[in-house]
């Protein structure tokens, strides 16, 4: 069992968080870390959230090279249905479909750094909405507090892929078949101020929510934070 001790590498601060945490936030000065393989990594942090947000949560901003090696989609596909027995004939459907691929393009990629249910369809919410995020801060002095901060940067890559198989599937085609390769992954901690509903948490300024109920931690999150203030 591997102990590390949990102090920024930049200006030995203790490093705060909830207990099973693996992305923090050092609110002395400023640096982000990323419990890693071999101990506490340093990660590139974008502070979105000032130092009296009430709700700052720790998201992931994944830019990668995304190549779509294969894209097979069905064509008539309500035709199809019709003709289409209980039992399973792929040659009623071989024909009727069409396959491309073999193109890349580059994708940021914005999600939640805490499991919450259904997270790569608020992936594709999210990632539409990088533009309307707040300003990044200048964090010289006054910085949030964060915790909650659960998914590795090795977790962020597989979960950069969900979203992009989550874009590719929200295309309004019959898609059949997806192969999707990230390469050239960069990922930084985004704090983004957050805000409470009655039953749902606002994203900052994106317009995107999700249920409370649906984050296991967040009791934990809301009492970190409430102790705090
Ligand atoms: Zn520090």
Request: proline share 4%; hydrophobic share 40%.
């Amino acid at each position: 069992m591997r102990i590390t001790r949990l102090v920024c590498q930049h200006c030995g601060a203790t490093l705060s968080g909830l207990g099973q945490d693996k992305l923090f936030f050092c609110s002395n000065c400023g640096k982000g870390w990323v419990l890693g393989e071999t101990g506490l990594e340093p990660v590139q942090v974008q502070c979105r959230a000032s130092a009296d947000s009430h709700l700052p949560l720790p998201f992931w901003m994944v830019r990668a090279t995304v190549h779509v090696l294969k894209r097979t989609v069905r064509n008539e596909f309500t035709a199809t249905m019709l003709t289409f027995s209980s039992r399973y004939e792929d040659d009623v459907l071989t024909a009727k479909k069409t396959e491309t691929g073999g193109h890349a393009d580059k994708r940021t990629f914005l999600f939640p750094a805490f499991p919450v249910d259904g997270l790569p369809g608020i992936g594709v919410a999210l990632s539409e909405h990088i533009h309307d995020l707040p300003e990044i801060l200048d964090i010289e002095e006054d910085r949030p507090d964060l915790c909650g901060g659960l998914i590795s940067s090795m977790d962020a890559a597989v979960l950069a892929r969900c979203v992009a198989v989550g874009q590719e599937t929200a295309k309004a085609d019959w898609l059949a078949e997806i192969e999707i390769v990230l390469s050239s992954v960069k990922s930084q901690l985004v704090i983004l101020p957050c805000s409470q509903e009655v039953e749902k948490v606002d994203v900052a300024k994106t317009g995107v929510s999700f249920f409370r109920r649906s984050v296991q931690s967040w009791d934990e999150i809301v009492d970190y934070h409430s102790n705090r203030t």
